[in-house]
């Protein structure tokens, strides 16, 4: 294993127009299913996107954004908790898995599937992105991919062979997330040091005047997630798990 991989990995955004061979997709997605997983339930699915005229129509569901409308495929990565229930009914037993603490189980299941993926593409030199406006827009997403009742989309990601050599972004300091023993807490003074090669990250400072912020902190707080579309997106989001069985 390449160790470096981890140190200089970078999200890709923009991908050739190059197709990824069926058996190599096939084999990522396989060995990813060794990601750990909660009781060994396996309590995810993949959709595979890739027909052209299918990815157009899911692309616009994230908001075509290059990352969706360049793929050469977009992988739908649901909690799913509809397969181990059949299996329960078809054999005998009572499941009783139409509850939020179910969810939660599925979605640590798919998430950490997820990363699986991004992990084994990118040592195979694909490109990767997570595309984030799953959340977003999970019930067209649900209906588009025709999920059934105890299946929820949780994340969605993007894959082709990279266009460039990407960039890094920043990243904060290992202080900022490592607590030792009991969690600690920083002054005012101290969070902003750690924050403070992000709020001088050149594609950040250019992110701040071109939104006529005063900070990194207004452009995500204004511009990026702002309370009113939380909170729009959370209530139909809780919905949608109500319409799927996973919450009464």
């Given at each position: ?13 923009n ?30 699915s ?11 129509r ?41 509850n ?47 999920l ?8 969605s ?26 969690y ?19 594609d ?13 902190a207004?452009?995500?707080t204004?511009?990026r ?24």
């Amino acid at each position: 294993m390449d160790m470096e991989y981890f140190s200089k990995r970078a999200t890709v955004r923009n991908y050739e127009k190059r197709h990824i061979p069926e058996i190599l997709l096939d084999d990522i997605l396989e060995r990813a299913m060794r990601s750990p997983t909660c009781g060994n339930m396996q309590l995810y699915s993949v959709v595979v996107t890739r027909d052209p005229e299918k990815l157009a129509r899911l692309a616009k569901e994230h908001f075509n954004q290059p990352a969706s409308t360049g793929a050469d495929v977009i992988l739908t990565i649901c909690a799913d908790f509809n397969r181990f229930t059949e299996w329960c009914e078809a054999s005998g037993a009572k499941p009783g898995y139409d509850n939020f603490h179910s969810f939660m189980m599925a979605l640590t299941d798919a998430v950490i599937y997820a990363q699986q993926v991004v992990t084994i593409a990118e040592m195979e030199g694909l490109g990767t992105c997570y595309l984030g406006t799953v959340n977003y827009n999970a019930r067209q997403i649900s209906d588009l991919l025709e999920l059934p009742d105890l299946v929820v989309p949780v994340a969605s990601l993007s894959l082709g062979y990279p266009a460039d050599v990407v960039a890094q972004c920043e990243r904060l300091p290992l202080a900022a997330i490592k607590h030792t023993e009991t969690y600690r807490k920083d002054t005012p003074d101290e969070v902003v040091k750690l924050f403070k090669a992000k709020d001088e990250f050149a594609d950040n400072r250019k992110f701040v005047e071109e939104n006529g912020k005063e900070s990194l902190a207004q452009v995500f707080t204004d511009i990026r997630y702002p309370e009113s579309v939380n909170l729009s997106v959370s209530e139909s989001f809780m919905q949608l798990l109500k319409d799927k069985g996973f919450l009464k």
